[in-house]
């Protein structure tokens, strides 16, 4: 067979066919490799951007996914396999508008128990080898506070004898240590003293006594706080809880206490990691509270990296304006100008966001050091950190990549639509952004509104939202906020400096459009760190200054395991002293509708003693009296009363911190709502609702004289008294369970902004600077001196400076005052220290930006080009 003559052509043919489909990826690869040589300079912010983002975005996810994963620690019921315990959680379902009911849930910080009639059901399984009544309470021996349990309990962890024996009648004791064999100690549990033999020393914690079950059971009441179960041999853990999971069904057994409607309260059979949490009440909602807090976070640090990184990379593109715009008047098409770019920035973006990822994890470790230095985190959570996490990091580089991808396609976009002659020309911004700024603008302000008739979370998210829709606002409106501040700030730069100022104000007009894109992150930073600063100083400046007129006392009286009975009557009967009342701490459940959803609200109160209360604590009531405070009634402040329409005789539906529900009558409406908690309750109500009786907890604050200070001691032997202002108002002090874990992630969110910005405003201004220096040379060759050029650079800078800040503070004073009339009733407060330290990183910051590139020119008594 011979080849056609026309083969070879044919072949020709087919190579020129071919040949369209290659060209543009190889003309792509080629303008990709060629400009990220050239252009190392003005990619170094982009990378160092994309970095940040990656590193942070890896960190966040690694803190995300473990506290997804955190379990309440094991410790006491670690030798049981199953645990019956009652449900910490209480639920609230309502129908929103126009949609399906539904249900919310909020962790109980309170011990909910279980009926002794548990322990004859659990028994009664087969399979169950033993069935033991996990009793905890109090004790205090003088010295130091212990946890009091039956020595039966002890088998559950297993904690064995060292040394000595078992209790074997009341006045025997087994201890973890501290006290040796055969010592005599003198006890307190339950307000109540009484001697005990030391008959023995086990394993375990230190702080532990053990007391024979009917001991145990006096002391801490009939109710049991969790039953171990142990299981014959060849029955597996699963198999055990599916029997008892099933026979308590049966038998109908719930926790103690009536819940509201709705709510159920069925035992849990726990096995597992899920043990913990019949010890650690604090884990879950520490959990939950972490959880939600880092998601919010994450939002946000995405929101920020997306408009830090595009700033960046159309501040790079934007230099190189006139090069892709010859490009295109060359023949480039709009597709070869995009994959030129992508490949580019993508080039870039793929080594920053593995340099982010391996930073990710030293990150996280700071953030956990972070939160676990400043008692963030309660001791029982546990937070697993499994090798396959390494991967997430890896993950959220793939993200980095593609912001950098969708923001360069952003960036190019003009270069790569209009035609080859338009792009050489300078683009001015259009229509269509300043209208999008413009209800942006509106709709942050509008939110700033709602924040006004809006209450807690509800108010605290409307000035979140008003924040970060102007937030954007600004940064499509930058062009014009600049050109009009800058218009305002050349008079004065005129007039104040000279030649300098004269040449400054030329500038700064000039190039409004480029220093807005400067001017964007500095009020970003400015907005974003004034709002999340200045809301939670402000809470806490007004609370402290609601506390501090509400602290009439100057004396603490406390003791391990609580004072002896009748005590805090003795300390009043005491010469010298004016008052006494006696303060508890514990938590409610507020279940409420926000914007027709269901919300339960946990909420830090104070249980008190009545007689002489405000000579000791003094709410500032303005309406009932609360010498009428007593089981079955409740004070309430003045906002949360306004928020739920109560007022004096009116009755309010609350959840105990053990979840049973009650609805109390309303004897007193008082100011101090932020000093002293949102609703008051008499001492002997909330004690009946706190783990283990509350005894531990209790603190009476005492006024007194000289005289009466010093015949205390007398009154309640054993008993520590701390003088001064400070102990008696930490006594009283009220503050959200989440607030230091708060304060930590808010912090480090503040810090990314910086680190942001600080990224954003050099890179922009230095490219700015950089374009500049041709216009710098001449000025020198003109003739301008150095000093003067300095001058006038160091006025740009401040002008620029100012405009950021100035934009920024208005932007966040829209939400702040919303939110802090509302929820504090006084104006914004932020600490001057932070205040500080914010205008001094943007100062210094821009100073450089404006200051690094025009070094080069500077330099030398004669121009260099």
């Not at 880092?294 to 190189?320: C, D, E, K, M, W």
């Not at 009786?693 to 520590?720: E, F, T």
Request: positive net charge; hydrophobic residues 50%; glycine residues 12%.
């Amino acid at each position: 067979m011979t080849t056609p003559v026309n083969a070879p052509v044919t072949a020709r043919a087919s190579i020129r066919a071919k040949a369209p489909v290659k060209a543009p990826v190889k003309v792509t690869a080629l303008l990709a490799a060629r400009a990220s040589r050239t252009h190392r300079k003005a990619w170094a912010a982009v990378f160092a951007a994309l970095v940040l983002t990656s590193a942070l975005l890896g960190a966040f996810a690694l803190a995300l996914t473990s506290a997804a994963l955190g379990h309440a620690r094991v410790e006491r019921y670690a030798g049981a396999p199953v645990v019956v315990a009652g449900d910490q959680h209480t639920r609230y379902t309502a129908k929103p508008w126009g949609s399906e009911p539904e249900t919310v849930t909020a962790g109980l910080t309170e011990r909910v128990r279980v009926p002794e009639r548990a322990l004859d059901v659990v028994r009664a399984v087969p399979g169950v080898r033993r069935a033991v009544a996990d009793r905890v309470f109090p004790v205090g021996d003088g010295r130091a506070s212990a946890t009091g349990r039956p020595w039966d309990a002890a088998q559950l962890a297993p904690y064995a004898l060292r040394e000595g024996r078992a209790p074997q009648r009341d006045g025997e004791v087994v201890v973890g240590g501290g006290h040796a064999v055969r010592d005599r100690v003198v006890l307190r549990a339950g307000g109540a003293e009484a001697t005990y033999t030391v008959v023995g020393v086990a394993d375990g914690p230190r702080a532990a006594v053990y007391f024979t079950g009917g001991e145990a059971r006096r002391l801490a009441g009939r109710a049991v706080d969790a039953v171990g179960v142990l299981a014959d041999r060849g029955v597996g853990a699963g198999e055990l809880r599916d029997r008892v999971r099933a026979a308590v069904d049966r038998a109908g057994l719930s926790g103690v206490g009536r819940r509201a409607d709705g709510d159920t309260a069925g035992l849990r059979v726990l096995t597992g990691e899920g043990r913990g949490a019949a010890e650690q009440l604090a884990a879950a909602p520490a959990r939950t509270a972490l959880l939600e807090l880092l998601g919010a976070v994450a939002g946000s640090v995405v929101l920020i990296a997306g408009l830090v990184v595009s700033s960046t990379v159309v501040q790079a593109l934007r230099q190189r304006a006139h090069e892709l715009g010859l490009l295109r008047a060359v023949g480039a098409t709009p597709r070869q100008l995009r994959g030129a770019v992508g490949r580019e920035v993508g080039r870039v973006a793929a080594v920053a966001g593995l340099a982010g990822a391996a930073l990710a994890v030293p990150a996280y470790a700071g953030l956990r050091a972070l939160l676990e230095g400043r008692d963030a985190l309660p001791d029982g959570l546990e937070l697993p950190f499994p090798y396959w996490l390494l991967a997430l990091p890896l993950a959220t580089a793939g993200l980095t990549v593609l912001i950098a991808r969708v923001s360069a396609l952003i960036a190019c976009a003009r270069a790569a639509k209009v035609r080859p002659a338009e792009a050489l020309r300078e683009p001015e911004p259009g229509t269509g952004r300043r209208i999008t700024g413009l209800v942006l603008l509106g709709v942050g302000v509008t939110s700033a509104g709602t924040a006004a008739l809006q209450h807690g979370q509800a108010a605290a998210a409307a000035a979140s939202a008003s924040a970060v829709s102007m937030v954007i606002a600004c940064a499509l409106l930058g062009p014009w906020i600049a050109r009009g501040a800058l218009r305002v700030l050349a008079g004065p730069m005129r007039r104040l400096g000279g030649p300098s100022g004269h040449l400054a104000a030329a500038n700064c007009l000039a190039s409004a459009g480029r220093l807005g894109a400067a001017i964007t992150p500095i009020v970003l930073v400015t907005a974003f760190a004034g709002v999340q600063l200045s809301a939670g100083a402000t809470l806490t400046h007004e609370a402290a200054a609601q506390l501090r007129d509400a602290v009439r006392a100057d004396l603490v009286v406390r003791a391990d395991a609580g004072l002896p009975a009748g005590a805090v009557e003795r300390i009043r009967r005491t010469p010298g002293v004016r008052a006494a009342t006696e303060v508890v701490h514990s938590t409610v459940v507020l279940a409420r509708r926000e914007a027709g959803e269901p919300v339960l609200e946990r909420l830090p109160v104070l249980g008190v003693t009545t007689p002489g209360l405000t000579r000791a604590l003094d709410p500032d009531v303005s309406a009932g009296a609360l010498s009428r405070l007593r089981p079955g009634h409740v004070a309430v402040s003045r906002d949360r009363a306004r928020d739920l329409g109560a007022r004096v005789g009116s009755t309010v539906a609350l959840r105990f911190g053990d979840g049973v529900a009650a609805r109390l009558k309303v004897v007193a409406v008082y100011e101090r709502g932020l000093g002293v908690g949102d609703f008051l309750f008499s001492h002997a109500e909330l004690t009946r609702h706190m783990s283990g009786g509350g005894p531990a907890g209790r603190r009476v604050l005492v006024a007194a004289d000289a005289s009466g200070a010093r015949a205390l001691a007398g009154a309640a032997p054993g008993a520590r008294i701390e003088r001064g202002a400070g102990p008696a108002r930490d006594a009283v002090r009220v503050e959200p369970e989440d607030q230091a874990l708060g304060t930590v992630v808010g912090g480090a969110v503040v810090a990314a902004i910086g680190a942001f910005t600080v990224i954003a405003v050099l890179s922009t201004l230095t490219l700015i600077g950089v374009g500049r220096r041709p216009e710098l040379t001449l000025l020198r060759r003109a003739g301008a001196g150095r000093a003067h050029l300095r001058r006038m650079l160091r006025l740009e800078a401040a002008a620029t400076a100012l405009t950021g800040l100035t934009v920024g503070t208005a932007v966040a004073l829209v939400p702040l005052l919303a939110f802090s009339l509302t929820a504090a009733g006084t104006l914004p407060y932020l600490p001057p220290t932070q205040a500080l330290l914010v205008v001094t990183v943007i100062a210094l910051t821009t100073w450089a930006g404006t200051m690094g590139a025009a070094r080069r020119v500077l330099r030398g008594r004669y121009p260099t080009g």
